[in-house]
């Protein structure tokens, strides 16, 4: 996957904005690309497709797909994402914590980064509305990267190579 493409295509508005959101490092994420195309541009079928092959596709509240979408998604599963992470950080700071009172080490707990809020867009336009759902999903994508880094960093000891 090459990472996410947000759709943003109200019933009243008169052009499609697509933010691409990628992974571009082990831990980091970021808005790599952003079109706004209008619905009459005769290449608009093109461009949608472009922006959105082979990423998955995620559509903003209240957007109508301009095309037929294998397996777009709503942003409930970001909530999830977000919800499943901080389930995830509270395993990995309790297994820290068991293992320091087991072995009195004081290995140290992660300050893991905090749960991502939806910001309101900064005007009712389609380019807005893409961007904050888009900055939305990279925080998420961000604090879940993260936080499986932490658990694998800590399932093997690094001078040993031995689980903990």
Not at 38 to 44: C, L, T, V
Not at 81 to 91: F, G, P, S
């Amino acid at each position: 996957m090459l990472g996410f493409a947000i759709v943003d295509r109200q019933p009243a508005a008169d052009a499609t904005a697509v933010w691409v959101t990628s992974r571009t490092g082990s831990t980091r994420v970021n808005n790599t690309n952003a079109v706004v195309i209008s619905h009459d541009d005769p290449a608009y079928d093109t461009k949608v497709y472009a922006l959105t092959a082979g990423r998955s596709v995620v559509l903003t509240a209240g957007t109508e797909p301009p095309r037929t979408f294998a397996h777009a998604v709503h942003l409930d599963v970001f909530d999830e994402l977000i919800k499943r992470t901080a389930i995830h950080q509270d395993q990995i700071a309790q297994a820290i914590s068991d293992y320091n009172s087991r072995t009195r080490k004081d290995l140290v707990i992660p300050g893991f980064p905090q749960a991502p809020v939806l910001a309101q867009p900064k005007e009712d336009e389609p380019q807005y509305r893409a961007l904050a759902v888009a900055d939305y999903v990279a925080e998420a994508w961000v604090a879940w990267l993260y936080t499986d880094e932490q658990r694998h960093r800590r399932t093997v000891a690094p001078k040993t190579g031995e689980t903990p």
